[in-house]
């Protein structure tokens, strides 16, 4: 059963750290989302990605927030430094090219994310 | 304003009611809908596009209305399995790509 996949699932650390996050997507799938889910702000666009190319980041912190592809299996979302605001679960997603019309968005579990 | 609205509930009905959560949209470029369900600690998956006609899925039956630019979501005969949060997710289209933005939810709880 494919399904996309994030590590690490649980991550603590303190403020001033650097902080990776991975996403391997649905294999075929060539659009790849980043999302920020808080209580208060629900889930927001960080970054968008087809064919491992950048399409929209402008969600995204760019001073401390860095998001990336480096080949077609990889994804990857850095914050540095990290501060107690980022705090929230990051979600990747992968669809194919039809996701804006179809909304077949396949999330993965999700990294939750503690800034000390 | 935000760009897809939704009232956050939470919705509380008993088994075998019927509820609608109804969701707004800004953008009147807006031109996918969909609703996601949610559950508690979990990530969102699709529950159902929304067409203009309105469709329907079991218990689930899901209305567009362009004008007022408004999408909604019925459930009849509501389960114990149907507590989770309902998303509104809209696509809004700029340059040659479209993103999914998401409504903050409602939460839905069903009790026995």
């Known amino acids: 059963d494919a399904r996309v996949t994030q590590t690490p699932r649980h991550k603590v650390t303190e403020m001033g750290q650097e902080v990776t996050m991975r996403c391997q997507p649905i294999?075929?799938?060539?659009?790849v989302f980043w999302y920020r889910q808080t209580m208060m702000q629900g889930l927001e666009l960080l970054a968008y990605?087809?064919?491992?190319?950048?399409?929209?980041d402008s969600g995204m912190p760019k001073d401390r927030f860095s998001a990336e592809m480096p080949d077609a299996t990889l994804a990857t979302l850095k914050i540095q430094p990290s501060e107690p605001r980022d705090s929230a679960v990051y979600f990747c997603?992968?669809?194919?090219?039809?996701?804006?019309?179809?909304?077949?968005?396949?999330f993965g579990e999700g990294s939750r994310l503690t800034v000390l | 304003r935000k760009e897809v609205e939704q009232d956050p509930g939470p919705f509380n009905v008993p088994e075998g009611a019927t509820v609608a959560f109804n969701c707004t949209y800004s953008?009147?470029?807006?031109?996918?809908f969909f609703w996601y369900r949610q559950d508690c600690r979990k990530e969102p998956k699709l529950l159902m596009s929304?067409?203009?006609s309105g469709n329907e899925d079991g218990r689930f039956t899901a209305q567009l209305n362009r004008a007022s630019q408004y999408i909604s979501l019925l459930i009849r005969d509501s389960k114990l399995s149907d507590s989770a949060t309902y998303l509104c997710?809209?696509?809004?289209?700029?340059?040659?790509?479209?993103?999914?933005?998401f409504g903050k939810g409602t939460k839905l709880s069903v009790k026995p």
């Open positions: 997603a992968s669809g194919p090219t039809t996701v804006p019309n179809t909304g077949e968005l396949f």
């Open positions: 294999l075929g799938h060539n659009t």
């Open positions: 990605f087809r064919n491992r190319a950048p399409l929209d």
């Open positions: 953008n009147s470029a807006s031109q996918s």
């Open positions: 929304v067409y203009s």
């Open positions: 997710v809209v696509t809004v289209y700029g340059g040659s790509q479209g993103n999914l933005i």
